[in-house]
């Protein structure tokens, strides 16, 4: 959870506050400014499995997807799938719900073969985490459904 350089880490862990508040107020542009500085200024110094880089992905997702930057948010958003499997282990309803953003996300920019692989993987998860029955996993039930049409008219 600590992973990579330390002076690093502790730095992104003293900015998140400031950025966490930016989230609450909706300050979407100075937000996503802000952290995408952090994450080119430190480089690789950390990887992604850091838990302070990764709620700082977490953070930039977020805000690339209120501003509209929807390949930005997928970039970011991919970077969350593998820490979020290696921190959350199946079922976790936590790890359901991410792949379900980076589904939409694939699928909104036209993905299709990739989204569906990533929304049977939040399906799988969140039927048992949410039930058969929830608006989220009804959700996915149909975004599957979407993307196997689309790919059979092909």
Known sequence: MLAGDEEVWRSLKEALPSLERLQAEQKWAELLSEGVSLVDRHGDAVPDTNIYLLRLLDLLLDACISLGQYHTALRFGTRTVEPYRLYYP?????????????????????????????????????????????????????????????????
């Open 90 to 154: 199946d079922p976790h309803p936590a790890r359901g719900v991410q792949l379900m953003r980076v589904g939409k996300l694939q699928h909104l920019l036209g993905g299709v073969e990739e989204a569906l692989k990533t929304f049977r993987q939040a399906y799988d998860i969140m039927k048992m985490t949410h039930g058969t029955e929830h608006t989220l996993t009804n959700e996915l039930q149909g975004k599957l459904g979407e993307c196997q049409a689309e790919l059979n008219r092909d």
